[in-house]
Every structure is written in C-alpha cells, then in structure tokens.
C-alpha cells in the first residue's frame, strides 16, 4: 500500500500506526526491513527528512537509497503524452518502472513549483509516482506534509494525553518569503482528526489555506463535535489554547507573484510567537515543524522555554516514519 495522505487511512490503521510509533521509540531496533531497500528521492532540499528516513531504515535492517533528480540523478519529466525536449532526460514512467525492480519501497519528496496553484494543487509527482510504481510509495511532503502529520499527532499525544477537546492553535507566522502551505495544510487535518477544537489564524482572507483542507477540518471537527475556526485577532485566538502551533506560508491569491504579494506580506511582523501571546493561552505547548528563523517566527524566549517542544516532534518523526515503514511492506501486522 501506499501512503501519500493521512486521510486515506481509517481511524483503526492510523492509531495502530501511531501505537506502533510509540512502541518504537523504546525499542528502535526491528528487523522489518531486513534485506530490504528502500529509495528517497528528494527534489528539494531536506535535512531531518532525509536524516530521518535514513536512520530510520537503518534501524529496521534496511538500505536506503538516497537520489536527487537533476544533481546526482538525471532530471524527471512528470507530464505525460510530451515532447521531451527540456532538461530532463527521463519520464517518470521509466523511473517508477526501475526503481521498482531494484528497491521495495520510493519515498518521494516534491515541492510545488510556486507558479500556478491550480496546477500545484493537482500534487501530480507524488500521484505519477503511485501510479507508475510496483512498489509501495511514501509522501516525504509535497503539498500536504503526512509524516509531519503523525509527528505532530505523537507529540499531541505525549504532552496533552487525550487530544480530544483540546484547544489547538495553527497561527501563522511572518518570513521573509512564501512557503509551501503543505506542513499547515496538513495540521489542520490532523488537530481535527484527533478531535480538537481548532482555530487558524492569519493575517487576513487572502492568507487562507485552500479550500480543500478548510473543507477537512470543518467536516473532521464536526464529526468529533467540535469546532473549526478562524480568526484574524491575535489575542483572542491565542486565549485558552492548550497547543500553539506556528508555520509560514504565502497568500494564494497572490500565488506565483511574489512582486504582488510581497509589501503587505511585510506588513504582518508582528504575528511573530513571542512570550506575551504565549502568557494567553492555557499554558499551552508550542511547536514548530522546522526549520525556523529565531526571532522571526519565533522569539529566542519561547524557542528555549521548557513548552516549546519542537525536538521533540523532530525526533517522533524518526519514530513515526518506522512505523509506516512497517505498514507499507507488511512488517506492522
């Protein structure tokens, strides 16, 4: 099986993925992929991905491959029926076709290309990926983040016990240039699906997520009777939280046009993480997917204090990414 989504995964296979998560993090050693092996192709710069992935495969009896298309590996055409005549030298067919017979499992990390959000949002790599591939295929974030997801919901459930009637906070945050929305796109999934009440602030309408995952969550908390909101006001939606999650990304409207976009983007400084939005919440944790720009997106005071636990999410994802290794090839019975 695959895994590009959380949500293609039912409430039984998610938690048995996450228990098994858990149990690893006592007992990292498994011999799960014991003569296995296992690609990462990475189009995009990664270092806890990457670094985690690796150990990770190591610490199940595997060998990872890692290539980058265009650097160390030749360059991937992705559309189908074309002409090839750009820079790439290979289709995604005939990638997809070998690295199956060599390898038993293809991670693939992608990035949007920044230019058209209605092709962006078709995430068509990872999809031509699955569909050319043998062998099972892993989503190491393109425009949704799942192994983010489950490290996100690891540390939901390490530091508030029962998420469930929780209140969680996806603000967003200044940096000096757009960012992929896939790591927010992907915590306000998972916050819901755990059945939290959650608020997402931002600036204003125009730095929205895309409808599809305002849709998720909306219908997700609501299942769960609970609420989805969203808020504009800093101090409000920073009151009574018990979970402050922050992250970075562009508006869509001005999707591709960086020039547009970019002296109201400046604007918004002040939506940084600092100790006097943290004092509203109900001593809340907070995190942060990583990399982050101290002082930034987040003030030196509250990345050292003891309620920010954003290693520690790091760290679960070395944890959770094993325990979907163990589900695609079978090994997590």
Same mark, same amino acid.
């Given at each position: 099986?695959?895994?590009?989504?959380?949500?293609?995964?039912?409430?039984?296979?998610?938690?048995?993925? $996450?228990?098994? /998560?858990?149990? +690893? %993090? &006592?007992?990292?050693?498994?011999?799960?992929?014991?003569?296995?092996?296992?690609?990462?192709?990475?189009?995009?710069?990664?270092?806890?991905?990457?670094?985690?992935?690796?150990?990770?495969?190591?610490?199940?009896?595997?060998?990872?491959?890692?290539?980058?298309?265009?650097?160390?590996?030749?360059?991937?055409?992705?559309?189908?029926?074309?002409?090839?005549?750009?820079?790439?030298?290979?289709?995604?067919?005939?990638?997809?076709?070998?690295?199956?017979?060599?390898?038993?499992?293809?991670?693939?990390?992608?990035?949007?290309?920044?230019?058209?959000?209605?092709?962006?949002?078709?995430?068509?790599?990872?999809?031509?990926?699955?569909?050319?591939?043998?062998?099972?295929?892993?989503?190491?974030?393109?425009?949704?983040?799942?192994?983010?997801? $489950?490290?996100? /919901?690891?540390? +939901? %459930? &390490?530091?508030?016990?029962?998420?469930?009637?929780?209140?969680?906070?996806?603000?967003?945050?200044?940096?000096?240039?757009?960012?992929?929305?896939?790591?927010?796109?992907?915590?306000?999934?998972?916050?819901?699906?755990?059945?939290?009440?959650?608020?997402?602030?931002?600036?204003?309408?125009?730095?929205?997520?895309?409808?599809?995952?305002?849709?998720?969550?909306?219908?997700?908390?609501?299942?769960?009777?609970?609420?989805?909101?969203?808020?504009?006001?800093?101090?409000?939606?920073?009151?009574?939280?018990?979970?402050?999650?922050?992250?970075?990304?562009?508006?869509?409207?001005?999707?591709?046009?960086?020039?547009?976009?970019?002296?109201?983007?400046?604007?918004?400084?002040?939506?940084?993480?600092?100790?006097?939005?943290?004092?509203?919440?109900?001593?809340?944790?907070?995190?942060?997917?990583?990399?982050?720009?101290?002082?930034?997106?987040?003030?030196?005071?509250?990345?050292?204090?003891?309620?920010?636990?954003?290693?520690?999410?790091?760290?679960?994802?070395?944890?959770?990414?094993?325990?979907?290794?163990?589900?695609?090839?079978?090994?997590?019975?």
């Amino acid at each position: 099986m695959n895994f590009l989504n959380t949500t293609d995964l039912d409430d039984l296979t998610l938690d048995r993925v $996450l228990l098994a /998560a858990e149990q +690893l %993090r &006592s007992e990292p050693q498994q011999d799960w992929l014991a003569g296995k092996s296992v690609a990462l192709i990475f189009l995009n710069p990664s270092m806890r991905t990457r670094t985690s992935m690796e150990v990770g495969v190591f610490q199940l009896g595997g060998h990872a491959v890692v290539l980058q298309p265009g650097k160390d590996a030749w360059g991937i055409e992705f559309e189908p029926s074309t002409v090839m005549h750009g820079e790439a030298e290979e289709h995604i067919a005939e990638v997809a076709a070998v690295l199956s017979r060599y390898v038993d499992v293809i991670g693939v990390r992608a990035f949007p290309k920044f230019v058209d959000w209605s092709v962006d949002r078709q995430d068509k790599v990872i999809k031509a990926f699955a569909q050319y591939s043998t062998v099972p295929v892993i989503s190491l974030e393109t425009i949704t983040h799942p192994l983010q997801e $489950l490290a996100l /919901a690891l540390t +939901l %459930r &390490s530091q508030l016990g029962d998420p469930r009637g929780k209140q969680f906070l996806l603000t967003w945050t200044y940096h000096p240039k757009p960012l992929n929305t896939a790591v927010a796109n992907s915590a306000i999934t998972i916050a819901s699906r755990l059945g939290m009440d959650v608020t997402l602030l931002c600036p204003n309408e125009d730095f929205l997520l895309d409808s599809r995952y305002l849709d998720i969550a909306t219908t997700q908390c609501s299942q769960h009777g609970r609420s989805f909101e969203i808020s504009h006001d800093i101090a409000t939606a920073y009151s009574g939280k018990d979970f402050v999650y922050a992250k970075s990304w562009g508006a869509l409207p001005w999707y591709g046009n960086w020039a547009k976009q970019q002296p109201q983007h400046h604007e918004y400084k002040h939506f940084i993480v600092d100790e006097e939005k943290m004092s509203k919440t109900n001593n809340a944790r907070f995190s942060h997917c990583l990399p982050l720009r101290r002082n930034i997106k987040a003030t030196d005071a509250v990345m050292d204090a003891p309620y920010c636990v954003a290693a520690e999410e790091a760290e679960n994802r070395l944890h959770a990414q094993k325990a979907v290794l163990g589900m695609v090839t079978g090994a997590l019975s």
